[in-house]
């Protein structure tokens, strides 16, 4: 094997371990809503209570510190990813595009997280203001791993890439409908897990909390909780179709290897998010169902890329 070989290799494992490390900081942000933590350092920030260093006195503080560190050590890891990637791949290779782009959305996403936390969007709030810009947080956090799994993805040793940009054109439509519908779902499951972090839903039969949440003393926030298990549903077959008839139609095993895992996350997500809703949404359920959201995404992103890449070969071989 090349020294180039090996050294694509290299940034390939650590292209992975960015994006599982970068997950984990996803999910711990979640735990900082569930927890209510994100007002553990008042409305300063990046200071916590308006000081540089600061010892931690409660659990919130501690909780919504540790999050802070952990994501912001994301950003000079990033930039160390992109400095490698442009030591090891050609220009318009799509692990620097990846790589250069996982460092625009991670401060978007810090720009975001700082804005709900000087607006007071934390804690208990529970306006209109605060539901929406979850929801961009959150869509933002979609973009952000859409750039991250683009940089493994293409980084994989041996990966033929001169052909993705020329496919893209070529690739099913459903594949981007898809996308585009499971980009919403993430949007109404923000504003729902706000939703159910605030008010959550009552015991008793899913009649009786659907009753109780279309009252004409209820908040808007449980309102609008059942919008997103039925746009849910409907995405959630909507993938299930595409991840079972786009791949028999490509050939190539791998197409049909990302598929059949498409599938399968997907139908384990719906079931995630049944159970959700009948256990009234703890806090575990909850980390967990972001969890599989975030694989179900990543996992139809990789497999949209992979079609581009054999419909472009395909084209320019057919030239």
């Known amino acids: 094997m090349t ?14 371990v ?13 735990v900082v809503r569930i927890t209510g933590s994100g007002a553990g350092c008042g409305q300063h920030w990046p200071t916590c209570h308006g000081e540089v260093l600061h010892l931690p006195q409660s659990v919130e503080t501690t909780i919504e510190l540790s999050h802070r560190l952990s994501s912001g050590l994301t950003l000079p ?6 400095f490698m990637a442009f030591r090891r791949f050609p220009k318009r290779h799509l692990a620097r595009t990846g790589a250069v782009l ?6 978007g996403e810090a720009a975001i ?28 956090t979609c973009l952000l791993t859409f750039a ?11 990966r033929v890439l001169g052909s993705v940009r020329a496919g893209l054109s070529r690739v099913p439509w459903q594949l981007f409908v898809a996308l585009a519908l499971v980009y919403l779902v993430a949007a109404s499951g923000a504003i729902t897990a706000l939703g159910d972090t605030l008010y959550p839903a009552v015991d ?43 791949p028999g139609r490509i050939e190539g095993e791998r197409p049909r290897r990302l598929g059949n895992a498409l599938a399968g996350l997907t139908f384990a997500q719906l079931v995630a998010g049944g159970l959700n809703i009948w256990l009234a949404a703890p806090a575990w359920m909850q980390v967990l169902h972001l969890g599989m959201a975030c694989a179900v995404w990543l996992a139809l992103v990789s497999l949209t890329l992979e079609v581009a890449a054999i419909r472009g070969a395909a084209h320019q071989s057919s030239r």
């Open 3 to 16: 020294d180039a070989a090996n050294s694509e290799g290299r940034f390939y494992r650590w292209a992975q």
């Open 18 to 30: 960015y994006l599982v490390f970068l997950l984990g900081v996803i999910l711990f942000g979640a």
């Open 77 to 82: 890891l990033a930039f160390i990813l992109t």
């Open 102 to 107: 996982t460092v625009i959305f991670l401060l």
């Open 113 to 140: 997280g700082a804005r709900l936390v000087l607006l007071g969007l934390v804690g208990l709030n529970d306006s209109w203001p605060r539901a929406y810009w979850m929801a961009l947080h959150l869509t933002s």
């Open 148 to 158: 991250s799994g683009l940089m493994v993805w293409a980084s994989r040793p041996g």
């Open 204 to 246: 008793g039969s899913v009649q009786e909390v659907i009753s109780a949440d279309q009252s004409s003393s209820a908040h808007f926030l449980q309102k609008t909780r059942v919008i997103h298990p039925v746009l849910a549903v409907v995405t959630g077959l909507f993938v299930l179709q595409v991840a079972i008839s786009i």
